[in-house]
C-alpha cells in the first residue's frame, strides 16, 4: 500500500477480490448480532478509546474512562511513565523507513505470499467496538487508543490461490514518545474487560463477539500479546474464530490478525508468517 509497487504476484490480486467478494458475503452472517455482556479474565501478555469518524474521541465518552490511567490530565498527551521501556521515549520510523521492515508486495513466506490490500487499510477507523473500551482489540487505526501512530503499513498474506483459506493482515506502525507501549497498555486493559463479549461495529454488519481468550503470545520484541476470538453468527447456531497477535519493539507495533471464510477454527496466527516478518523487521532496524 504505502511504496511497495503496484506490480501484484501472478493471479494473486484476483484471488484476492475473489476473496473479498467472499468475505462481504461473510459479513452479512455477522449483521445483526447483538451484544454480549463481559466478564473478567486473565492477562494475555508476555511480558481506547471509541474509533471515530474524524480520528478523535469526544470529552466524555466510555473510553476516555478506560484511557485515564494512561493519559496526563489536562497535557494533552498520554502518560507513559509507569511502562517499561518508555523512559524518555523515542522517534517513529518514517513512512519510508517502516515500509522498507514490511513484506513486499509478492513476497514469498512458505506457502503464503504478501500482497497490498486492494481495497484499501483493513479494520480501519469505520470498525468500531460497542462498548468503546473494547476499540484495539478491533482496530488500532488512529483514534483507536489516544495514541495515533506516525507512519504505518499494511499487507495483506494469503495463499493467492484459496478464496476459502486462511489469510492474515500484517500491520506495521510506528508511534512518537511512549505511544506504542501506550498502545499495548490499552490492548491489554480491553482484553481484561471485554473477555465477556462485546460487539463490532462495521458499515453494513454488527459481529458479536461471545469470547475473548489470551493465548501464548510470541517471544518477540519487548512485549507481545496475542488473543483469540469467538464470534457467533446471526442466526446463533455458527461460531467463528479468530486470532490477534501484536508484538512492540521501541516505538513500533507489528499487528496479525488471521482468520479464515470458515467455521474452523485455526489455532493460531500462522507462526511462520509472524516469524519471516518479525526476522526482516529485527534484520533490517539493527542495521
Not at 47 to 56: L, Q, W
Not at 101 to 130: C, R
Not at 260 to 265: G, V
Amino acid at each position: 500500500m504505502f511504496g511497495a509497487g503496484n506490480q501484484g504476484r501472478s493471479g494473486g490480486r484476483r484471488a484476492r477480490l475473489r476473496r473479498a467478494a467472499a468475505l462481504a458475503l461473510v459479513g452479512a452472517v455477522l449483521t445483526g448480532a447483538a451484544a454480549c455482556g463481559g466478564d473478567g479474565a486473565t492477562d494475555g501478555d508476555k511480558g481506547g478509546k471509541d474509533a471515530r469518524t474524524d480520528g478523535k474521541a469526544p470529552a466524555s465518552t466510555p473510553a476516555d474512562e478506560a484511557d485515564e490511567s494512561a493519559a496526563s490530565a489536562g497535557s494533552g498527551e498520554s502518560d507513559t511513565s509507569d511502562i517499561p521501556g518508555t523512559s524518555g521515549g523515542s522517534g517513529a520510523l518514517s513512512q519510508r523507513d517502516l515500509t522498507a521492515l514490511a513484506f513486499t508486495d509478492g513476497e514469498k513466506i512458505g506457502k503464503y505470499t504478501a500482497g497490498e490490500f486492494s481495497l484499501g487499510e483493513p479494520q480501519g477507523e469505520d470498525y468500531t467496538a460497542d462498548p468503546a473500551t473494547c476499540q484495539p482489540l478491533v482496530s488500532l487505526a488512529k483514534g483507536a487508543t489516544a495514541f495515533d501512530p506516525a507512519s504505518e503499513v499494511h499487507r495483506n498474506v494469503d495463499v493467492a490461490e484459496e478464496m476459502v483459506g486462511t489469510t492474515v493482515a500484517v500491520q506495521l506502525r510506528s508511534y512518537n514518545g511512549g505511544g506504542a507501549a501506550g498502545v499495548m497498555k490499552a490492548l491489554g486493559a480491553a482484553g481484561k474487560a471485554c473477555a465477556g463479549g462485546f460487539v463490532e461495529n462495521r458499515a453494513v454488519a454488527k459481529g458479536q463477539y461471545l469470547k475473548v481468550e489470551p493465548v501464548k503470545a510470541p517471544d518477540h520484541g519487548d512485549e507481545a500479546q496475542a488473543y483469540r476470538f469467538t464470534i457467533l453468527d446471526v442466526k446463533g447456531t455458527l461460531k467463528l474464530y479468530e486470532y490477534l497477535t501484536v508484538v512492540r519493539s521501541g516505538a513500533t507495533t507489528l499487528s496479525f490478525r488471521a482468520d479464515i471464510l470458515d467455521t474452523k477454527d485455526i489455532g493460531k496466527v500462522p507462526e511462520e508468517v509472524i516469524t519471516a516478518q518479525w526476522k526482516k523487521f529485527e534484520a533490517a532496524s539493527t542495521r
